[in-house]
Protein backbone atom coordinates (compact mmCIF):
# COMPACT_ATOMS: atom_id res chain seq x y z
CA UNK A 1 0.00 0.00 0.00
CA UNK A 2 2.92 2.29 0.45
CA UNK A 3 5.59 1.86 -2.54
CA UNK A 4 2.72 0.05 -4.76
CA UNK A 5 5.26 -3.06 -4.75
CA UNK A 6 6.00 -6.87 -3.90
CA UNK A 7 8.65 -7.69 -1.14
CA UNK A 8 10.57 -9.28 -3.98
CA UNK A 9 14.76 -9.04 -3.88
CA UNK A 10 13.93 -7.62 -7.90
CA UNK A 11 13.55 -4.04 -6.20
CA UNK A 12 16.67 -2.25 -4.35
CA UNK A 13 16.09 -2.10 -0.33
CA UNK A 14 16.93 -6.22 0.32
CA UNK A 15 20.37 -5.82 -1.92
CA UNK A 16 20.82 -2.51 0.14
CA UNK A 17 19.92 -4.42 3.27
CA UNK A 18 22.29 -7.35 2.03
CA UNK A 19 24.92 -5.36 1.24
CA UNK A 20 25.05 -3.51 4.45
CA UNK A 21 24.43 -6.64 6.36
CA UNK A 22 27.55 -8.50 5.14
CA UNK A 23 29.91 -5.11 4.55
CA UNK A 24 29.43 -3.80 8.01
CA UNK A 25 32.33 -1.21 7.08
CA UNK A 26 29.93 -0.06 4.15
CA UNK A 27 27.19 0.73 6.52
CA UNK A 28 29.34 3.26 8.76
CA UNK A 29 30.85 4.97 5.44
CA UNK A 30 26.66 5.31 4.73
CA UNK A 31 25.78 6.44 8.24
CA UNK A 32 28.84 9.39 8.02
CA UNK A 33 27.56 10.72 4.72
CA UNK A 34 30.66 9.29 3.06
CA UNK A 35 28.91 6.89 0.27
CA UNK A 36 25.45 7.31 -1.75
CA UNK A 37 22.89 5.28 -3.33
CA UNK A 38 20.88 5.80 -6.49
CA UNK A 39 19.56 3.86 -9.22
CA UNK A 40 21.12 3.96 -12.92
CA UNK A 41 19.47 7.10 -13.56
CA UNK A 42 20.72 8.91 -10.43
CA UNK A 43 24.12 7.55 -10.90
CA UNK A 44 24.59 8.88 -14.51
CA UNK A 45 22.87 12.42 -13.25
CA UNK A 46 25.44 12.61 -10.31
CA UNK A 47 28.77 11.72 -12.94
CA UNK A 48 26.92 14.46 -15.46
CA UNK A 49 25.96 17.51 -13.25
CA UNK A 50 27.54 16.28 -9.91
CA UNK A 51 23.76 16.27 -8.18
CA UNK A 52 22.64 13.85 -6.35
CA UNK A 53 18.75 13.40 -7.75
CA UNK A 54 16.15 10.78 -9.34
CA UNK A 55 12.56 11.09 -10.28
CA UNK A 56 9.21 9.44 -8.76
CA UNK A 57 9.75 6.50 -11.60
CA UNK A 58 12.62 5.73 -10.68
CA UNK A 59 12.62 6.19 -6.88
CA UNK A 60 9.53 3.94 -7.00
CA UNK A 61 11.46 0.99 -7.84
CA UNK A 62 13.28 0.91 -4.72
CA UNK A 63 10.84 -0.71 -2.20
CA UNK A 64 11.77 2.28 -0.09
CA UNK A 65 9.71 5.13 -1.70
CA UNK A 66 6.09 6.22 -0.43
CA UNK A 67 3.57 6.62 -4.15
CA UNK A 68 0.83 8.45 -2.05
CA UNK A 69 2.99 10.82 -0.15
CA UNK A 70 5.86 11.45 -3.41
CA UNK A 71 8.60 10.88 -0.62
CA UNK A 72 10.70 8.18 0.79
CA UNK A 73 9.23 6.55 3.62
CA UNK A 74 10.88 6.97 7.31
CA UNK A 75 8.80 3.95 8.35
CA UNK A 76 10.18 1.59 6.10
CA UNK A 77 13.98 2.85 6.21
CA UNK A 78 13.50 2.19 10.12
CA UNK A 79 12.40 -1.23 8.93
CA UNK A 80 15.09 -2.10 7.02
CA UNK A 81 18.22 0.06 8.55
CA UNK A 82 18.61 2.05 5.67
CA UNK A 83 19.79 5.73 6.23
CA UNK A 84 18.19 8.36 4.56
CA UNK A 85 21.11 10.82 3.91
CA UNK A 86 22.03 8.42 0.75
CA UNK A 87 19.15 8.46 -1.14
CA UNK A 88 19.07 11.33 -3.90
CA UNK A 89 16.50 14.07 -3.56
CA UNK A 90 13.41 12.93 -5.82
CA UNK A 91 11.48 15.32 -8.50
CA UNK A 92 9.01 15.00 -11.51
CA UNK A 93 10.08 13.37 -14.06
CA UNK A 94 9.98 16.77 -16.09
CA UNK A 95 11.95 19.10 -14.18
CA UNK A 96 15.25 21.27 -13.65
CA UNK A 97 17.93 18.30 -12.85
CA UNK A 98 20.76 20.42 -13.66
CA UNK A 99 23.40 21.35 -15.94
CA UNK A 100 25.84 18.71 -17.82
CA UNK A 101 29.26 19.98 -16.79
CA UNK A 102 30.84 22.03 -19.12
CA UNK A 103 33.93 19.84 -19.64
CA UNK A 104 32.45 16.79 -20.68
CA UNK A 105 30.78 17.71 -23.96
CA UNK A 106 32.44 21.81 -23.95
CA UNK A 107 29.09 23.35 -23.02
CA UNK A 108 26.65 23.31 -20.44
CA UNK A 109 23.72 21.40 -20.91
CA UNK A 110 20.70 21.28 -19.11
CA UNK A 111 19.03 17.99 -17.77
CA UNK A 112 15.31 18.43 -17.81
CA UNK A 113 13.49 14.92 -17.84
CA UNK A 114 14.76 11.67 -15.97
CA UNK A 115 11.78 8.49 -16.50
CA UNK A 116 12.18 4.70 -15.92
CA UNK A 117 11.94 2.98 -19.23
CA UNK A 118 8.77 1.41 -18.82
CA UNK A 119 6.97 4.41 -17.51
CA UNK A 120 8.55 6.31 -20.36
CA UNK A 121 7.31 3.28 -22.92
CA UNK A 122 3.70 4.23 -21.56
CA UNK A 123 4.18 8.06 -22.19
CA UNK A 124 5.76 7.10 -25.65
CA UNK A 125 3.06 4.96 -27.18
CA UNK A 126 0.61 7.63 -26.28
CA UNK A 127 -1.32 5.54 -23.33
CA UNK A 128 -2.64 9.20 -21.80
CA UNK A 129 -6.32 7.74 -21.08
CA UNK A 130 -7.41 5.50 -18.37
CA UNK A 131 -7.63 1.89 -19.86
CA UNK A 132 -4.90 2.51 -22.41
CA UNK A 133 -2.17 -0.63 -22.29
CA UNK A 134 1.25 -1.03 -23.30
CA UNK A 135 3.62 -4.07 -23.54
CA UNK A 136 7.37 -3.77 -23.95
CA UNK A 137 8.44 -7.12 -25.07
CA UNK A 138 12.27 -6.98 -24.60
CA UNK A 139 14.58 -9.25 -22.58
CA UNK A 140 11.71 -9.31 -20.02
CA UNK A 141 7.85 -8.09 -20.51
CA UNK A 142 6.35 -4.68 -18.96
CA UNK A 143 2.96 -4.39 -19.57
CA UNK A 144 1.05 -0.98 -17.95
CA UNK A 145 -2.20 0.37 -17.53
CA UNK A 146 -2.81 3.88 -17.37
CA UNK A 147 -4.97 4.12 -13.94
CA UNK A 148 -5.69 7.88 -14.34
CA UNK A 149 -4.78 10.20 -11.28
CA UNK A 150 -5.47 7.33 -8.04
CA UNK A 151 -3.17 4.79 -7.23
CA UNK A 152 -4.71 1.67 -7.71
CA UNK A 153 -3.38 -1.29 -5.57
CA UNK A 154 -3.65 -4.77 -7.02
CA UNK A 155 -5.29 -7.96 -6.05
CA UNK A 156 -3.83 -10.33 -8.64
CA UNK A 157 -0.21 -10.04 -8.25
CA UNK A 158 0.51 -6.66 -10.21
CA UNK A 159 2.38 -3.19 -9.25
CA UNK A 160 1.27 0.08 -8.95
CA UNK A 161 3.32 3.26 -9.89
CA UNK A 162 3.53 6.63 -10.54
CA UNK A 163 4.32 6.72 -14.44
CA UNK A 164 4.45 11.32 -15.08
CA UNK A 165 3.37 14.16 -13.44
CA UNK A 166 2.44 16.97 -15.67
CA UNK A 167 1.46 20.16 -13.82
CA UNK A 168 1.33 19.37 -10.59
CA UNK A 169 -1.16 16.28 -11.60
CA UNK A 170 0.45 12.82 -10.70
CA UNK A 171 -0.65 9.73 -13.51
CA UNK A 172 -0.41 6.27 -12.01
CA UNK A 173 -0.74 2.77 -13.36
CA UNK A 174 -1.05 -0.73 -12.96
CA UNK A 175 2.41 -3.07 -14.44
CA UNK A 176 3.42 -6.28 -14.52
CA UNK A 177 6.64 -7.88 -14.98
CA UNK A 178 7.34 -10.64 -16.77
CA UNK A 179 11.07 -12.02 -16.15
CA UNK A 180 12.18 -13.88 -18.96
CA UNK A 181 10.63 -12.70 -22.09
CA UNK A 182 13.23 -12.09 -25.65
CA UNK A 183 15.66 -13.62 -23.05
CA UNK A 184 14.17 -17.10 -23.66
CA UNK A 185 14.99 -16.64 -27.28
CA UNK A 186 18.47 -15.87 -26.88
CA UNK A 187 18.76 -19.09 -24.53
CA UNK A 188 17.57 -20.83 -27.43
CA UNK A 189 20.68 -19.46 -29.41
CA UNK A 190 23.70 -19.13 -27.50
CA UNK A 191 22.85 -22.06 -25.05
CA UNK A 192 20.47 -24.36 -26.71
CA UNK A 193 21.82 -23.92 -30.19
CA UNK A 194 18.71 -25.25 -31.72
CA UNK A 195 19.15 -21.55 -34.14
CA UNK A 196 21.53 -19.31 -35.36
CA UNK A 197 19.62 -16.06 -35.18
CA UNK A 198 16.55 -14.76 -33.46
CA UNK A 199 14.70 -13.04 -36.47
CA UNK A 200 14.30 -17.06 -37.80
CA UNK A 201 12.07 -18.54 -34.97
CA UNK A 202 9.21 -16.60 -36.90
CA UNK A 203 9.55 -18.68 -39.89
CA UNK A 204 10.43 -21.55 -37.83
CA UNK A 205 7.51 -21.15 -35.53
CA UNK A 206 5.19 -20.86 -38.42
CA UNK A 207 6.72 -24.11 -40.70
CA UNK A 208 4.68 -26.38 -37.84
CA UNK A 209 0.71 -26.21 -37.10
CA UNK A 210 1.16 -26.06 -33.53
CA UNK A 211 3.74 -27.16 -30.57
CA UNK A 212 2.41 -30.89 -30.52
CA UNK A 213 1.76 -30.33 -26.68
CA UNK A 214 5.09 -28.68 -25.94
CA UNK A 215 5.08 -26.38 -23.14
CA UNK A 216 7.47 -24.14 -22.36
CA UNK A 217 7.60 -22.45 -18.60
CA UNK A 218 10.52 -20.26 -19.01
CA UNK A 219 11.36 -19.35 -15.41
CA UNK A 220 14.94 -19.11 -15.50
CA UNK A 221 14.99 -16.47 -12.41
CA UNK A 222 11.62 -17.35 -10.71
CA UNK A 223 8.56 -15.83 -12.17
CA UNK A 224 7.31 -12.22 -12.06
CA UNK A 225 3.78 -10.92 -11.75
CA UNK A 226 1.17 -12.75 -11.23
CA UNK A 227 2.96 -14.88 -9.15
CA UNK A 228 6.03 -13.87 -7.80
CA UNK A 229 7.53 -16.84 -7.15
CA UNK A 230 10.91 -16.17 -7.03
CA UNK A 231 11.71 -20.08 -6.34
CA UNK A 232 10.66 -21.63 -9.64
CA UNK A 233 12.65 -22.79 -12.46
CA UNK A 234 12.29 -23.38 -15.94
CA UNK A 235 10.35 -26.22 -17.55
CA UNK A 236 9.77 -27.84 -21.08
CA UNK A 237 6.71 -30.47 -20.91
CA UNK A 238 5.12 -32.94 -22.99
CA UNK A 239 7.50 -33.99 -25.31
CA UNK A 240 7.72 -37.06 -27.28
CA UNK A 241 9.34 -38.54 -30.06
CA UNK A 242 7.68 -36.83 -32.02
CA UNK A 243 9.13 -33.67 -31.03
CA UNK A 244 11.39 -31.56 -33.04
CA UNK A 245 13.16 -28.48 -32.62
CA UNK A 246 11.08 -26.49 -34.56
CA UNK A 247 8.06 -27.60 -31.69
CA UNK A 248 10.33 -26.04 -28.93
CA UNK A 249 10.81 -22.51 -30.90
CA UNK A 250 7.37 -22.72 -31.26
CA UNK A 251 6.93 -23.08 -27.96
CA UNK A 252 9.04 -20.65 -26.46
CA UNK A 253 7.33 -17.63 -28.46
CA UNK A 254 3.76 -19.20 -27.55
CA UNK A 255 5.73 -18.88 -23.89
CA UNK A 256 5.57 -15.07 -23.81
CA UNK A 257 2.31 -14.81 -25.05
CA UNK A 258 1.11 -16.81 -22.05
CA UNK A 259 3.01 -14.84 -19.69
CA UNK A 260 1.58 -11.62 -21.30
CA UNK A 261 -1.92 -13.09 -21.52
CA UNK A 262 -1.75 -13.74 -17.43
CA UNK A 263 -1.28 -10.34 -16.96
CA UNK A 264 -3.41 -8.55 -18.89
CA UNK A 265 -6.10 -10.88 -17.59
CA UNK A 266 -5.11 -9.71 -14.07
CA UNK A 267 -5.39 -5.84 -15.44
CA UNK A 268 -9.09 -6.95 -16.42
CA UNK A 269 -9.68 -8.58 -12.74
CA UNK A 270 -8.70 -5.45 -11.03
CA UNK A 271 -9.91 -2.72 -13.15
CA UNK A 272 -12.98 -4.23 -14.79
CA UNK A 273 -11.93 -2.94 -18.08
CA UNK A 274 -11.53 -5.08 -21.04
CA UNK A 275 -8.38 -4.39 -22.87
CA UNK A 276 -9.06 -4.41 -26.91
CA UNK A 277 -6.16 -2.51 -28.58
CA UNK A 278 -2.46 -3.06 -27.05
CA UNK A 279 0.18 -1.28 -28.17
CA UNK A 280 3.74 -3.16 -28.73
CA UNK A 281 7.38 -2.00 -28.65
CA UNK A 282 10.34 -3.86 -27.82
CA UNK A 283 12.86 -6.23 -30.05
CA UNK A 284 10.76 -8.97 -30.26
CA UNK A 285 7.27 -7.06 -31.28
CA UNK A 286 9.24 -7.52 -34.72
CA UNK A 287 8.16 -11.37 -34.96
CA UNK A 288 4.85 -11.60 -36.62
CA UNK A 289 3.56 -14.74 -35.30
CA UNK A 290 4.37 -13.90 -31.75
CA UNK A 291 2.38 -10.48 -32.32
Known amino acids: KKTGLVIDAYFSASKLMWIFQHYPDLYRQA ?12 WLLFNLTG ?18 TLSWDKEILTLTGIPEQILPEVLPSSADFGEIKKE ?6 PVLGVAGDQQAALFGQGCFDQGMVKNTYGTGCFILMNTGSSPYFSENGLLTTPVWNI ?25 LKI ?8 TIALS ?7 YFVPAFVGLGAPHWNM ?7 GLTRGSGFEHIVRASLESIAYQSYDVIKS ?25
Do not use: P
Open 31 to 42: RDGKLLFGTVDS
Open 51 to 68: KHLTDYTNASRTMLFNIN
Open 104 to 109: IFGKSI
Open 167 to 191: NGEITYAIEGSVFTAGAVIQWLRDK
Open 195 to 202: IRTVQETE
Open 208 to 214: VDDSAGV
Open 231 to 237: DCRGIIT
Open 267 to 291: MEKDTGILVDILKVDGGASANNFLM
